[in-house]
């Protein structure tokens, strides 16, 4: 399978391969979404894709025990300490952190977990899909919402600085 940003990826000719229509499905699970490992930093592509998501409708909660908040939102250590459901486990930590997030993930009742572009973790995919949640895995779930509902551009916001419309003043 190559479609896409991960083309390349191990995981396109594996078990953990998903199609595009997995993925669409995925995005609309829920609009609850976790984010482990968001950062407080701007330059850090997890701050943009919560930014991207919150701007999509989606609710974002920020899951980072070195952060009290993040764009403005409460910072929870880890899933369990989140009040309510969880849709979207959307994971931005190093693959050898995974295996517990997925089991967190799992204790909480999560839908899905979605694992960053970088981000591979076969065991803990497994035992997601055993637990029956979704996986989707080495993708971004910024990139992949832009490309199938819209808002895919060159800073990776639908800012509409960008036209080729021609101004008249």
């Not at 204790?107 to 591979?120: D, E, F, R, S, T």
Request: contains cysteine.
């Amino acid at each position: 399978m190559s479609d896409g940003v991960s083309s390349r990826s191990s995981v396109n000719g594996g078990p953990f391969a998903t199609t595009a229509a997995e993925r669409v499905r995925v995005l609309r699970l829920g609009k609850r979404v976790a984010i482990v490992g968001l950062s407080g930093n701007p330059a850090r592509p997890s701050h943009f894709v919560a930014i991207y998501l919150r701007s999509r409708g989606y609710e974002v909660i920020p899951v980072n025990p070195r952060e009290k908040t993040i764009l403005g939102m409460e910072s929870y250590p880890s899933l369990t300490a989140i009040p309510g459901g969880v849709d979207i486990v959307d994971i931005f930590r190093d693959p050898s952190a995974v295996r517990a997030i997925v089991e967190e993930a799992i204790a909480i009742g999560a839908k899905a977990v979605w694992m960053q572009l970088g981000v591979v973790q076969e065991a803990a995919a497994e035992r997601a899909r055993a637990a029956g949640l979704a996986v989707v895995m080495d993708r971004c779930m910024k990139i992949e919402h832009a490309r199938y509902f819209g808002g895919l551009n060159m800073l990776g916001l639908n800012t509409g600085v960008l036209s080729a419309r021609q101004r008249f003043e």
